[in-house]
Nanobody
Framework: QVQLVESGGGLVQSGGSLRLSCAAS?????????MGWYRQAPGKQRELVAI???????NYADSVKGRFTISRDNAKNMVYLEMNSLQSEDTAVYYC????????????WGQGTQVTVSS
């Protein structure tokens, strides 16, 4: 069973920082060429936050550009999301996703980690 486990969420004041981590039970370099972070706020749909390719190319949602940084350590099977200048609008459950080489039907999601930003 493939697993992605997020950690690092919590309560932070507006303007603060958090670093989320995603630990994979398999070799992300081979299994998931694209890794991503998504988030879902109460009453809203899940949305893309950032994705990163096997080679390290990253893309971000406009709302987080310049504040968030996604990275991956293929040797350690880890993906990270560094979040700075957090705002109340960033409050959500954050999910790690692995896009499987076999296609979307085989994608994997973590259980999520709560990030709450107090104003």
């Amino acid at each position: 069973q493939v697993q992605l486990v997020e950690s690092g969420g919590g309560l932070v004041q507006s303007g603060g920082s958090l670093r989320l981590s995603c630990a994979a039970s398999r070799r992300i370099l081979i299994q998931w060429p694209v890794m991503g972070w998504y988030r879902q706020a109460p009453g809203k749909q899940r949305e893309l936050v950032a994705i990163i390719t096997r080679g390290g190319s990253a893309n971000y949602a406009d709302s987080v550009k310049g504040r968030f940084t996604i990275s991956r350590d293929n040797a350690k099977n880890m993906v990270y999301l560094e979040m700075n200048s957090l705002q109340s609008e960033d409050t959500a459950v954050y999910y790690c996703k692995g896009s499987d080489v076999r296609g979307p039907l085989y994608d994997s999601w973590g259980q999520g980690t709560q990030v709450t930003v107090s104003s």
